[in-house]
């Protein structure tokens, strides 16, 4: 059976969002392999969330809890997660693209001798010369040019998934599956160990923000932020910003948008003061509707929007904001 | 104590100029004339970070490329910023490297160049932004590794405390040197070469290493360049994001007063 495995990833008890999304693509690949999804759970007393795994599509989830494995420690979730690869054999591997899928995905896949694309946008199969082949679509040039990469040979086919790029599937109340509870053999694992883990309090989340108000460089000679932070609080919007707008410490790095920094899909997503590079409009183009609003009529901005205006920022926004108040 | 640091490093396009990039219709095969290239900025707060330790702890720093026989010149600019030795490995049979052969082939380099404590590494480059070639290389050389760090402190031959980027904090880490790290730009600022540097750079030695390097301590040549690179490019395409973009015009009122009109009408609010 061809099968793919989703290696989830959870915190606060909660699983994150990318392993949702991968498990609705997983499914969609599943089906056209005719094969299973699996799943990989990592951590201490994580049950209910092996549960929740079967409702999104998984058929199989193999439950690892520990309590060493209560913080990331990647010696283990690595042998961990490699043992039980080797184990089945699936066809397809998907981890999220998260600081610790990062880091736990290259390694796996230098452990199997096998294949790994980074942060792809899309995953879909091709018969090619009458094999199956997981193409994967990815960014490259800082997002100017997307890279079709497949793993010819071999086994399995390895992708780490950009979160919050594809769809999150709904949660189906009557599906069963099996959990497979594994009690992991915990040797000299710790050669790098997680002493703690510190959070640096993150307020709201860019991620499931309806509205986002993203600023860039061209608001240094409007006067500065203050006009995002304006129209985010009309409209009850997120704060966010280019690379640029980072650099000045307008916004944490949090907060910056684009092929370094995060993607969303907002429902509106508001552009001020940003020319358009490529490598920042990447992380928004998934946006229901795009406005863009910049001085400078050429700006690439203006391709990737579907509401353009041109004029200057330290006029029309005071406008939008006092406009969107009535 | 003293630490034998290694920073493997790499030649990449200036990022800046990635604009400039294109097609050829012909081949499907990305441009790139008259892009010029630059030490990947990441692998700059790398040999940065080595150095701050040298100072710190006494030791040596060496440098480490794989690339074409240009990639030279980022080792020399890293020997200018004030690394002791640089080592390239440049061999015709590397070429078509995926990161997987990559980090193969730095291994056997560093293997043939002696013993580390540290190995360190930029996070990402900014041409193929994987990330993949820290954690390999820690298992081709089946010692651990840390990536994003953004802050190394050192407390004796044995052990390095790590701070490691997560989404909302950090991770505080224990690790075992030798150990891989990888680096983010918050790390540190980086020096720039200065003409004293420059001049101390010409009198250092640069080891060339080829395949035979590698084979020396075991890697086969089914491991190296195209030969050992799973993964294939299939196609390379403009990025699909152009809008058909309505814009609207007039005084700062009568645009805010139309544009929150349509915002409504296409459900956006």
Redesign the interface.
């Given at each position: 059976m061809k099968n793919v495995v989703v290696l989830v990833e959870q915190g606060d008890n909660r699983l994150m969002d990318v392993s949702l999304e991968m498990l609705q693509k997983a499914t969609k690949l599943a089906a056209v392999l005719g094969g299973n999804v699996s799943a990989i759970l990592i951590g201490n007393q994580c049950k209910d969330l092996a549960e929740e795994l079967i409702l999104y599509g998984a058929s199989k989830v193999f439950l690892i809890e520990d309590s060493r494995l209560q913080?990331?420690q990647?010696?283990p979730y690595i042998r961990i997660t490699a043992d039980i690869i080797s184990d089945i054999s699936p066809e397809i591997v998907l981890i999220g693209g998260?600081?610790?899928g990062?880091?736990i995905?290259?390694?796996v896949?230098?452990?199997l001798?096998?294949?790994?694309?980074?942060?792809c946008v899309d995953l879909y199969i091709e018969k090619?010369e009458g094999k199956d082949q997981l193409?994967h679509i990815v960014?490259?040039?800082?997002?100017?040019?997307?890279?079709?990469?497949?793993?010819?040979?071999?086994r399995p086919q390895m992708a780490t998934v950009r979160p919050g790029v594809m769809e999150k599937g709904k949660p189906d109340y009557s599906r069963r599956g099996e959990i497979v509870s594994i009690s992991p053999e915990i040797r000299d694992d710790f050669?790098?160990?997680?002493?703690?883990?510190?959070?640096?309090?993150?307020e709201r989340s860019l991620d499931d923000a309806d509205?986002v108000v993203s600023g860039g460089y061209g608001l240094y000679s409007a006067g500065g932020f203050e006009l995002v932070e304006g129209l985010a609080d009309a409209?009850n919007g997120e704060v966010a910003g280019t690379r640029p707008a980072f650099d000045q410490g307008w916004i944490p790095?949090?907060r910056m948008i684009g092929?370094?920094g995060k993607t969303v899909k907002p429902?509106?997503f508001v552009s001020i003061g940003a020319s358009g590079?490529?490598?920042y409009?990447?992380g928004f183009?998934k946006s229901?509707?795009?406005?863009?609003i910049d001085k400078n009529p050429k700006a690439s901005i203006?391709?990737?929007?579907?509401?353009?205006?041109?004029?200057?920022l330290e006029?029309?926004v005071p406008?939008?904001i006092?406009?969107?108040k009535k | 104590m003293s630490l034998n640091i290694i920073v493997c490093i790499k030649q990449v396009p200036d990022p800046e100029h990635f604009d400039k990039i294109s097609i050829d219709p012909g081949t499907g095969s990305i441009q790139r004339e008259g892009i010029p290239s630059i030490t990947n900025p990441l692998d700059r707060n790398a040999i940065e970070e080595a150095l701050r330790k040298k100072e710190e702890f006494g030791g040596t720093v060496t440098v480490l490329t794989m690339g074409p026989p240009q990639a030279k010149k980022s080792i020399e600019d890293a020997l200018a910023m004030g690394a002791d030795v640089g080592a390239i490995l440049c061999d015709g049979a590397f070429a078509g490297a995926d990161t997987l052969s990559t980090a193969c082939v730095l291994s056997g380099g560093i293997r043939s160049l002696g013993d580390f404590d540290l190995i360190l590494c930029g996070s990402e480059t900014v041409d193929g932004a994987t990330g993949h070639v820290a954690a390999q290389l820690a298992e081709f050389l089946n010692i651990p590794h840390v990536t994003f760090a953004r802050r190394i402190n050192v407390i004796n031959e044995e052990t390095a405390i790590v701070e490691r980027s997560i989404e909302n904090g950090y991770l505080r880490v224990e690790v075992k040197l030798p150990a891989v790290i990888s680096v983010l730009k918050s790390i540190n600022k980086y020096r720039l070469p200065t003409v004293m540097g420059i001049m101390e750079a010409a009198g250092k030695e640069i080891v060339e290493l080829g395949h035979s390097a590698c084979e020396l301590v075991g890697i086969t040549g089914d491991e190296i360049g195209l030969k050992g690179s799973p993964t294939r490019v299939l196609e390379v395409f403009e990025s699909p994001q152009r809008r058909n973009v309505e814009m609207i015009g007039g005084k700062p009122e009568e645009i805010a007063r139309r544009l929150v009109r349509r915002l409504y009408e296409l459900e956006a609010l």
């Open positions: 913080l990331y990647s010696g998260t600081s610790i990062m880091d995905a290259p390694r896949a230098a452990m001798r096998t294949g790994l694309t980074s942060h090619i193409v960014p490259g040039w800082k997002g100017n040019m997307m890279i079709k990469i497949i793993c010819p040979e071999r050669k790098a160990k997680t002493l703690e883990m510190v959070c640096e309090g993150e509205i409209i790095e949090s092929q370094s429902k509106l590079a490529m490598h409009t990447t183009s229901k509707v795009v406005v863009g203006f391709n990737v929007s579907d509401l353009g205006v041109v004029g200057d006029k029309i406008c939008l006092e406009e969107l | -």
